[in-house]
């Protein structure tokens, strides 16, 4: 049964990513329309509605009727709460109006993001469910002061993952209502697709999605969009060639062959300019090997991936978005299972570098993985390299869903990175990469490491990459363990329950701001 599963998801891909990824800017000539327009919460000193532009213009057109009917209604709308109005105008029989918050919001130091965005985001893609929900076909988008955020939260709060289910959600189109701002509308569709994207490879099962499999969706979508960007799908005899001892015993516990995805975007104008390198972990499927996972929630580590799937998606964003920066994602790709070849606890395996490694704890292989590549990235003579990965449980524990954890050796790297989630609302936090950590793995009885800490429950996220440090020469380095926001169950809103896709968009911003920052110190 497995070809036929198979063949299905080769057509099923296809059609899912047409239909889930195109939500951009059109014109529409039938099926039910909607409206979604944000109000912002009024002052005390304020008597009427305080509408943003579009909204007053849509109220004008009305007569009035939508600002006497939201008078009448009660008191005003909370931030992210909404009211549905009908029979207003005939081209939008369903008009939903969605609670903006406070006029004044701006970035909030204390939460570290940009507060006006993330309302926007909250309200838009709440308007557009309920008229979702409503079987509403094509929806029509008030900007609300910022087209790129509004368009984030139309499209990212609109997606779910219904591939394999039999009754499936209104596929719904967004368009901005009005005319102005559609390049700041179409860059937020773009990163939110991108976002989507991640969230699609991170959803889907792995018998559906494996290392084979996403290195065949990713060379199907860098194949349509063309240009100046490529990939090339390395076999396990080049893993071989390219001694990666270390990626490979993880790879041998599987049936299913191990791929080394290399994906190159030449966006820079001078093709000599020295890229950023992002890496990626690839598990598509994490059982834990012979150091098994509990059986609960295991179903979930499909998402091992994770990291594979953001930085990939954000190299294709970037390139639809024709960003002037030289781009390269390295993947290690395989399953992490419990065959009789499988490591074993105790086994000492041989890294790139030529570094052993003792394997304590076969559950800890997502570093494994990342160690070998992490060497590879040194070949590109990179500005900055950074590399995302579920690596630990320790990092949900220390930060939960609220941010993603960044361990760098650059002040550099943290500003960009820091200053790029505080504009996508997608945040990041400092950790520490102290030494005091390094000799924790570096105090092994039979090798030069050992793939987990000394103390094995203190600190974990911190020995992870104190471990990933020791296969780092480059000056500029930065590891994102996304394991604490791998997931959502309602934390942002914005995100229907499921796999988040995070931190995609923040990832893409990064890059925008390194494009045009050409020094760093």
């Known amino acids: 049964m497995l070809q036929p599963l198979r063949t299905v998801l080769h057509r099923s891909v296809h059609r899912s990513c047409c239909r889930s990824f195109s939500l951009s800017a059109q014109t529409y000539s039938t099926g039910r329309k909607g409206l979604v327009l944000g109000v912002y919460e009024k002052n005390k000193e304020e008597e009427n509605v305080v509408f943003t532009q579009a909204g007053n213009r849509f109220d004008n057109v009305v007569s009035g009727k939508l600002r006497d009917q939201l008078n009448r209604s009660g008191p005003s709308l909370k931030k992210g709460k909404t009211r549905m109005f009908y029979g207003l105008h005939e081209e939008f029989p369903s008009v939903v109006v969605v609670g903006l918050g406070k006029q004044s919001a701006g970035v909030n130091p204390q939460e570290l993001w940009n507060e006006s965005k993330e309302n926007i985001r909250t309200a838009v893609s709440v308007g557009c469910r309920q008229l979702q929900d409503m079987e509403v076909e094509h929806v029509e988008v008030d900007p ?97 060639e390219q001694q990666m001892g270390a990626f490979l015993s993880v790879a041998k516990g599987s049936d299913e062959p191990p791929v080394f995805l290399e994906i190159h975007y030449t966006g820079s104008q001078d093709p000599n300019d020295s890229p950023l390198v992002f890496v990626g972990k690839g598990v598509t499927f994490d059982s834990g090997g012979i150091s098994l996972k509990p059986s609960s929630g295991m179903d979930a580590m499909r998402a091992d991936m994770g990291g594979a799937a953001t930085i990939s998606s954000a190299i294709l964003t970037a390139a639809t978005l024709k960003l002037p920066i030289n781009l390269i994602g390295l993947a290690p790709l395989c399953e992490n299972m419990p065959n009789g070849r499988a490591n074993k606890p105790g086994d000492v395996v041989k890294a790139k570098n030529g570094k052993t490694i003792q394997v304590d704890n076969t559950d800890a292989e997502g570093r494994l993985l990342l160690a070998d590549a ?42 960009h990175l820091h200053e790029a989630s505080t504009v996508t609302g997608d945040r990041v936090w400092r950790m520490p990469l102290f030494q005091h950590y390094s000799k924790q793995v570096t105090e092994s009885a039979l090798a030069d490491l050992n793939n987990v800490g000394k103390y094995s429950r203190s600190g974990g996220a911190c020995t992870a990459a104190a471990f990933l440090k020791e296969f780092v020469t480059v000056p500029h380095w930065a590891h994102l363990d996304i394991a604490g926001v791998m997931s959502n169950k309602d934390e942002v809103p914005y995100l229907r329950k499921g796999m988040s896709g995070r931190p995609t968009r923040t990832l893409v911003e990064f890059a925008d701001r390194l494009s045009k920052d050409r020094k760093p110190t």
């Open 374 to 415: 992490l060497c590879y990235a040194h070949n590109f003579n990179a500005r900055a390299v950074v590399n995302a990965a579920t690596l630990t449980g320790a990092m949900d524990v220390a930060l939960g869903s609220a941010a993603t954890g960044v361990f760098t050796n650059s002040s550099w790297l943290w500003t």
């Open 144 to 240: 609300c002061g910022d087209a790129q955020a509004a368009a984030e939260g139309a499209v990212l709060g609109l997606f779910e993952y219904d591939e394999l289910k039999s009754k499936k959600k209104t596929k719904v189109a967004a368009q901005p209502y009005g005319s102005e701002n559609l390049d700041a509308w179409q860059k937020g569709v773009s990163y939110a697709e991108g976002q989507n994207l991640a969230r699609y490879l991170m959803e889907s099962p792995a018998n559906y999605i494996t290392p084979s499999k996403f290195a065949e969706i990713l060379q199907q979508k860098i194949g349509a969009l063309g240009g100046n960007i490529k990939a090339l799908t390395r076999t396990k005899s080049w893993i071989e």
